[in-house]
């Protein structure tokens, strides 16, 4: 597929008109639209304020990305939905990350990250449209140079053709006077029946450099003069440097400087080695502050005393309290769920070069506008002065949203007058996280006299994220990503009461994959098993009955469980179990096939997948990242937890805090459902459905109920 580069707007504008020619094509978001019209005039005129697609004199459509590539296919499916529109040459594309710019936020969140399974929701539309603004003017030229109607003329694989005569101009050819003409206030944009790329498999256009290793990551940045540093961070939440002695770091070959910044202490050298030896012979002095003596232990009673208190309310339909007291028999249960790490495969890292007029960075990160701001606020520069590539991210899930790695490359470049790059290590990036909160659940339910549920309580004790980074969105004391997958209880009960109490220890929380949704469909979906055991109801039967004025969610649920042969026997010694959940406007049911050994170690040896994500872009990047989220979450339930003592985060690697290696990857089918619906997301939702699975598959092994995870037998 070409070269993908990362370039600044201005090395963009140059670039374009460096080419000898060729049309820029802008698109006005729509909840940004200026109602200018706009115009191209010339191959050198960005048509401002936002462009997405350049057609060369030499045919080459270059198609920009918005939005970070971490493993999730948006490098592909969102030139896809331009290519499609434009009906360009698929072989003649390609693709460059744009840079940190108003023009390119994201519309469904207000600035330019990448992040809630939004990429391809996001620009579905606006991509599309500009495509189809694109095509629409190279029609109009073509029409005025053959000199005949427009509607004599149609597209095809990057060309315009004359239907009567046959004529045929490519797009390249006719670039320049495309440039001249008017860009048209309104464009149709294509019926699905149309589609050539859409819901078509293409092969991932990062994948060819990924396998040849010529992809470039944050830790494969290199400049000229380029320093690397590491920086020691109190091992206490909350703690701050009290002072430190720096003669044996200094006295490391190839350490250049060490100082201290917000977060600690850094040490810049000529290399990795060299920082990393230097910053292990520090002597430093911490003030460990208030969480000194903070325990997992201690968190743990903390919520249980916070679980007595009444909570803000997150969802109430009819009385649950009385329909509960008026219920001929009550099942109550206490659910628990642990910090966890983001544990991206690339730790954190940033490069930075701090001049006098400018900053540039160099990061993989989810939020570029956040790192503009980082690093103007740190600065002093203007946000125009701040260049953001972005490269390919290692893995994201929540992670290279935050700012903490950008902050401290931007400081130490300041500070040392040159480039330089942050790198963490593996325990760096394992105990200084912003981990998916640790949460305490407090359940109970209703049953009528004749079997049904007619109550439903649910009473969540935990940190809250928006409180941290969007304090304003905390409304009434509830964060909604903290009920989500909870207060939205899609089965039909006729008494439903949802609260929250929010409890911060002290250990920082942050987006992790699918967030709320993960430890909540987990606690709702193993109740809600306990229950159907409870009144001798097949699990998939009883979710059926319970979702009737939710056929995307019922239609998942079918799916998985027909694939997955349910109400067959599973093979000897296996086990299933089933959970469904709507997520990032997806819906998707997973069965989990397991095996309880006799001294309780779990196997999970098939995995079967409905997903319904609307309209489909890329089927490939669909079962990749249904697969994605299922090896994640697998990890999670039956592995991962942080925990924490005198303030400290107890795991520091891989081997204890492992991931699911391929020795004990389960087979995993992906079905898609077909649907006409708006896209939904894909990134995120085949997370939530995975550890309740696995755990309700147990609860039919074992006959116990899984309520904490990690899953631990025995």
Known sequence: MGEMVTIGRRSFLKITAAAGGGLLIGFYLPARASGSGGRASDATAAFTPNAWIRV????????????SEMGQGVMTAIPMLAADELDADWSKVRIETAPAAREYFNPLIGQQLTGGSTAVRAFWMPVR???????????????????????????????????????RLSYGALAHRAATRPVPKSVALKDPSEFRFIGTPVPRVDTPAKVVGAAVFGQDVRLPGMLTALVLRCPVFGGKLAGFDASAALAVAGVRQVFAIESGVAVV?????????????????WNEGAHAGLSSVLIERRFQAA?????????????????????????????????????????????ADVRADSCEIWAPTQAQTGAQRTAAKITGLAEERIKVHTTFLGGGFGRRSEQDFVAEAVQISKSVHAPVQLLWTREDDIQHDFYRPATYNRLSAGIGTHGALVSWRHHIVGP??????????????????????????????????????????????????????????????????EIAHALGKDPYQFRRQLLKKHPRHRAVLDL??????????????????????????SYVAEVAEVSVSEHGKVRVHRVVCAVDCGMVVNPDTVVAQMESAIVYGLSAALADEITIKDGRVQQSNFDNYPVLRMDSMPEIEVHIVRSTEPPGGV?????????????????????????????RLG
Request: hydrophobic fraction near 45%; proline fraction near 8%; charge should be neutral.
């Open 129 to 167: 449209q500009a495509g189809a603004t694109a095509r629409a003017m190279l029609l109009d030229a073509a029409a005025a140079t053959w000199r005949v109607p427009v509607v004599e003329c149609r597209t095809d694989t990057g060309a315009v053709i004359h239907r009567t005569s046959g004529r």
């Open 560 to 585: 998985a469980a027909t694939n997955a042969g349910w109400g067959s026997p599973p093979p000897a010694g296996r086990h299933r179990g089933i959970a469904v959940a709507g997520s990032f406007g």
């Open 269 to 285: 050298a000529d290399g990795f080695w060299p920082a990393k030896v230097g910053r292990d012979a520090l002597h430093v002095h």
């Open 464 to 529: 809250s994220i928006f409180a941290r980074v969007f304090p304003e969105s905390v409304k009434n004391g509830i964060d909604r990503t903290s009920v989500e997958g909870a207060a939205d209880l899609p089965y039909a009960v006729p008494n439903i009461r949802v609260t929250y109490v929010l409890d911060d220890p002290g250990v920082p929380v942050g987006f992790w994959r699918s967030v709320g949704s993960s430890q909540n469909t987990f606690v709702t979906e193993c109740f809600l098993d």
């Open 683 to 711: 990134g995120e939702p085949g997370t939530p459905p995975i550890a309740p699975a696995v755990a309700n598959a147990v609860f039919t092994a074992t006959g116990k109920p899984v309520r904490r995870l990690p899953i």
């Open 56 to 67: 060369g004199t030499d045919d080459v459509v270059t198609l920009m990305v918005a939005s």
């Open 307 to 351: 679980a007595l208190r009444p909570g803000a309310i997150a969802r109430s339909l009819g009385n649950a309290d009385a329909a509960e007291a008026r219920s001929a028999r009550k099942l109550d249960a206490i659910y628990e769920v642990p910090y966890l790490a983001h544990a991206c495969m690339e730790p954190m890292n940033c490069t």
